[in-house]
């Protein structure tokens, strides 16, 4: 199994979405992929509207902690995917305190549809739904160590994969619907006050590219990831703190990789880094991962 996640990178150094999601890998039928995945993220420079600064009240803010992920393949084409992200964050500077608790649930329904062989190209069309919601009872109006942006969202992707012999090419594309959420406040300022304490948060698009080498026992792949909100955010004011609702685009460069243990072929180590380098109100992040995920069949004719 192989574990890609989908970071924003917001000004939460907030680590979202999961493995085998945003891949064209698929579990077969009745078997089960599990593991966990260490990872840390942090940034000290970041991008207040479109002015690339530091805050010296911040230093660098940081988020670690697992995220445990399962992978069940309900039927050749059709798998389940869920994530359980744990996150501490913290501030080298000034007074705000780090927060640590589950950030969001995420569940994901992954479908194929189509996978046809013509030569020595395979070709394969991927769907996928998702839906995540807060996993604590975290504040998100209290950013940048907030856990999360708390809002219930839907997501929407659509994947296409080529591979000729053991190289490969990705290119999908996800709308991320955002649901409203509440803050501890009776009124806030955006680009114009509200006195309530519910919050519109903008949808987002997001377009994911990643290439590389793909065989059984080994993947190593680039990643170009590119992030744009929609209608509806804002940029930060000079010198104040984020808010949820910001606008908050972030274009990644990454690499990631899987090695499958040639003597324990259930046993499969993944690690990557990537990094933000260019956003709207979002940190300027660096970051990494390494995991272990284990594979169980539950066929027993297949065993």
């Known amino acids: ?27 077969k039928k009745n078997d089960f992929c599990f593991g966990a995945v260490y990872q840390y993220s942090s940034w000290d420079k970041y991008w207040e509207g479109t002015f690339k600064r530091e805050n010296l009240n911040l230093g660098t803010v940081s988020s670690q902690g697992p995220a445990f992920m399962g992978d069940y393949g309900i039927l050749d084409k059709l798998n389940f995917l869920l994530t359980v992200p744990y996150i501490e964050t913290k501030a080298t500077a ?5 927060q640590k608790g589950i950030q969001d649930l995420t569940f994901t329904l992954k479908y194929m549809p189509i996978k046809k062989n013509i030569g020595n190209v395979q070709y394969s069309l991927i769907v996928l739904g998702s839906y995540s919601t807060p996993g604590s009872d975290y504040a998100a109006d ?12 839907g997501t929407l992707r659509l994947m296409g994969d080529v591979q000729y012999n053991h190289f490969f090419a990705t290119l999908s594309g996800a709308y991320v619907k955002r649901g409203n959420i509440t803050i501890d406040r009776n009124s806030y300022l955006d680009n114009e006050i509200h006195y309530t304490n519910e919050v519109d948060m903008p949808d ?24 744009v909100t929609q209608s509806g955010g804002f940029d930060i004011t000079k010198n104040n703190m984020p808010f949820p609702s910001n606008t ?5 460069l990454g690499v990631n990789g899987k090695y499958t243990v040639i003597k324990q072929p259930e046993l499969a180590i993944v690690g990557g880094y990537n990094v933000v380098t260019e956003g709207r109100n979002v940190g300027e992040a660096t970051s990494f991962y390494g995991g272990i995920f284990y594979l169980i069949n539950f066929n027993k004719k297949n065993n």
């Open 248 to 252: 908050m685009n972030a274009f990644k």
């Open 94 to 98: 000034g007074t705000m305190k780090g």
């Open 142 to 153: 209290y950013l940048p160590l907030s856990l999360g942006l708390e809002s219930n969202t």
């Open 1 to 27: 199994m192989k574990k890609i996640y989908l970071c924003f990178f917001f000004l939460i150094p907030v680590m979202m979405n999961a493995q085998t999601d945003i891949d064209a890998l698929m579990m």
């Open 204 to 227: 987002l698009i997001n377009v994911n590219f990643r290439f590389g080498y793909r065989s059984s026992k080994l993947i190593a792949e680039a990643i170009i990831d590119n992030s």
